[in-house]
């Protein structure tokens, strides 16, 4: 063991030594600085309080010759609050790592990200917007934004800060990787625009407008273990791990403005993403597909979908009027109604899956509760959708009388369609028998297991 000891800190030593050598501007860093350098060595007086300097001259060190041997490294953060200002480019392939994260606890223990408004809304804090970036990986960390506190007063609208994402990504043309991130009160997380194989895995967020949004992605995007949960509104209050830092009334607030405005994932033009192990909570929907109509015009297609659950969110799965020509295939849905502010109630118009573009889904299973609409809603009137489900299991003890298992519009060039092998379910709070269908279509039913009606 002492050995092992000896040549840990011989191998170190030429790292942090060259490190603190550098004092000029960072085109004359000449000497090599190894693989893994800490960008705490690397700040300067005239820096103030933004250490996105520093962390830039610690990447510029170890990019010194994108695309050639010997380029890359490892951009370790401690585990400490790191204030940013300004932006930071990425300009090679390397790795960013933190040290942790404590849960529920804003700026707390481990590694943070703080955003201060001085960065302004016009720039992402870290950039991503060139080939030589392709396989950059970020991980072990946690970021927060300066947001304003929402008012201790019952029904005061609150509005956050319109942050551009934290991550910007565009023109990579390839993987990039995050794990295990905390975005902890961010407006946006990542923006990936004609990339190309961006890969999450153990992402947990609180985001205000979206946690990602990928478009002009022509190759394969993984997207996995996601948890979309109040986690700034519930943070504890410094030191305290049970003393919560906002009252019930304030997270109130916040959660109005979630319901309406919040979606978890965003799919432009995406071809062939897979997703599993996806949560979301208190959002206005879950997952989107949309088109943007920029420079990466088209719909997502044939996204596979594994395990999806969404509680007390408006939609699950909405595919807005942009969308028209957009296809997935979808294992299970597991969505739950529940009005945030009002327990016990669902959303006004709330339904599993909204389709107000156009779409060809495949879904194995859907479980859903708290129905304020229907189960499925189908709401383009010239672009017809069809829908494919084995199983459905509706819930209809706590929604509104006249919801529905699928409700449908009329479609000028055919009909809506629903096909379903199987259907079961409860009674609605009038002990009726919930309907159907509402409005116009086509609900093809295999089995109606009516004997089965739990009260």
Same mark, same amino acid.
């Given at each position: 063991?002492m050995?092992?000891?000896?040549?840990?800190?011989?191998?170190l030593l030429?790292?942090?030594?060259c490190a603190?050598?550098? *004092?000029?501007?960072?085109?004359q860093?000449t000497?090599?600085?190894?693989?893994?350098?800490?960008?705490?060595?690397?700040?300067?007086?005239?820096?103030?309080?933004?250490?996105?300097?520093?962390?830039?001259?610690?990447?510029?060190a170890?990019?010194?010759r994108?695309?050639?041997?010997?380029?890359?490294?490892?951009?370790?953060?401690?585990?400490?609050?790191?204030?940013?200002?300004?932006?930071?480019?990425?300009?090679?392939?390397?790795?960013?790592?933190g040290?942790?994260?404590? +849960?529920?606890? *804003?700026?707390?223990g481990?590694?943070?990200?703080?955003?201060?408004?001085?960065?302004?809304v016009?720039?992402?804090?870290?950039?991503?917007?060139?080939?030589?970036?392709?396989?950059?990986?970020?991980?072990?960390?946690?970021?927060?934004?300066?947001?304003?506190?929402?008012?201790?007063?019952p029904?005061?609208a609150?509005?956050?800060?319109?942050?551009?994402?934290?991550?910007?990504?565009k023109?990579?043309?390839a993987?990039?990787?995050?794990?295990?991130?905390?975005?902890?009160g961010?407006?946006?997380?990542?923006?990936a +625009?004609?990339?190309?194989?961006?890969?999450?895995?153990?992402?947990?967020?609180?985001?205000?407008?979206?946690?990602?949004?990928?478009?002009g992605?022509?190759?394969?995007?993984?997207?996995r273990?996601?948890?979309?949960?109040?986690?700034?509104?519930?943070?504890?209050?410094?030191?305290?791990?049970?003393?919560?830092?906002?009252?019930?009334?304030?997270? +109130?607030?916040?959660?109005?403005?979630?319901?309406?405005?919040?979606?978890?994932?965003?799919l432009?033009r995406?071809?062939?993403?897979?997703?599993?192990?996806v949560?979301g909570?208190?959002?206005h929907?879950t997952?989107?597909?949309?088109?943007?109509?920029?420079?990466?015009?088209?719909?997502?297609?044939?996204?596979?979908?594994?395990?999806?659950?969404?509680?007390?969110?408006?939609?699950?799965? %909405?595919?807005?009027?942009?969308?028209?020509?957009?296809?997935?295939?979808?294992?299970?849905?597991?969505?739950?109604?529940?009005?945030?502010m009002? *327990?016990?109630?669902?959303?006004?118009?709330?339904?599993?899956?909204?389709?107000?573009?156009?779409?060809?889904?495949?879904?194995?299973?859907?479980?859903?509760?708290?129905?304020?609409?229907?189960? %499925?809603?189908?709401?383009?009137?010239?672009?017809?959708?069809?829908?494919?489900?084995?199983?459905?299991?509706?819930?209809f003890?706590?929604?509104?009388?006249?919801?529905?298992?699928?409700?449908?519009?009329?479609?000028?060039?055919?009909?809506?369609?629903?096909?379903?092998?199987?259907?079961?379910?409860?009674?609605?709070?009038?002990?009726?028998?919930?309907?159907?269908?509402?409005?116009?279509?086509?609900?093809?039913?295999?089995?109606?297991?009516?004997?089965?009606w739990?009260?």
């Amino acid at each position: 063991m002492m050995k092992w000891r000896l040549f840990a800190s011989i191998a170190l030593l030429p790292i942090v030594a060259c490190a603190q050598d550098i *004092t000029g501007p960072v085109a004359q860093v000449t000497e090599p600085i190894g693989s893994v350098i800490f960008p705490d060595s690397f700040k300067k007086p005239t820096d103030g309080s933004d250490d996105a300097p520093s962390i830039q001259r610690a990447m510029a060190a170890l990019c010194k010759r994108p695309g050639n041997a010997g380029t890359g490294g490892t951009v370790f953060l401690k585990p400490h609050v790191y204030e940013i200002g300004s932006n930071v480019t990425v300009p090679c392939a390397l790795n960013m790592v933190g040290s942790g994260w404590e +849960e529920q606890m *804003t700026l707390g223990g481990g590694t943070w990200l703080h955003i201060v408004s001085s960065l302004g809304v016009s720039h992402s804090a870290f950039t991503l917007e060139t080939t030589f970036a392709r396989a950059s990986q970020f991980s072990n960390f946690a970021i927060s934004e300066d947001m304003p506190l929402p008012s201790k007063v019952p029904n005061t609208a609150w509005v956050p800060t319109a942050y551009k994402a934290v991550f910007g990504i565009k023109g990579v043309g390839a993987a990039v990787f995050f794990h295990h991130i905390l975005l902890d009160g961010v407006y946006e997380g990542i923006a990936a +625009e004609g990339a190309g194989r961006i890969e999450l895995d153990g992402m947990y967020a609180d985001p205000f407008h979206y946690l990602i949004r990928i478009d002009g992605s022509e190759d394969v995007d993984r997207i996995r273990n996601i948890h979309i949960w109040p986690y700034w509104t519930n943070a504890t209050v410094s030191g305290s791990s049970q003393k919560m830092s906002m009252s019930q009334e304030q997270r +109130e607030n916040v959660a109005a403005y979630k319901i309406k405005n919040t979606d978890g994932i965003i799919l432009g033009r995406a071809d062939t993403p897979f997703l599993d192990d996806v949560f979301g909570i208190g959002l206005h929907s879950t997952i989107v597909f949309t088109n943007t109509g920029e420079d990466n015009t088209g719909d997502p297609t044939k996204v596979h979908i594994g395990k999806l659950s969404c509680d007390k969110s408006q939609y699950c799965l %909405f595919i807005d009027g942009s969308a028209k020509d957009t296809s997935a295939i979808i294992d299970q849905i597991d969505w739950q109604g529940e009005d945030p502010m009002h *327990t016990g109630m669902p959303n006004a118009d709330g339904a599993a899956v909204r389709v107000e573009g156009g779409a060809l889904l495949q879904i194995g299973a859907v479980h859903a509760e708290f129905i304020g609409n229907s189960i %499925f809603s189908m709401e383009n009137k010239s672009i017809c959708s069809e829908i494919i489900t084995q199983s459905i299991w509706g819930n209809f003890l706590f929604s509104v009388s006249n919801a529905s298992v699928v409700n449908m519009v009329s479609c000028e060039v055919g009909h809506h369609i629903l096909k379903a092998s199987f259907y079961d379910g409860t009674k609605n709070r009038e002990s009726d028998t919930p309907k159907m269908v509402n409005g116009e279509g086509h609900f093809l039913l295999g089995m109606f297991s009516e004997q089965n009606w739990h009260k």
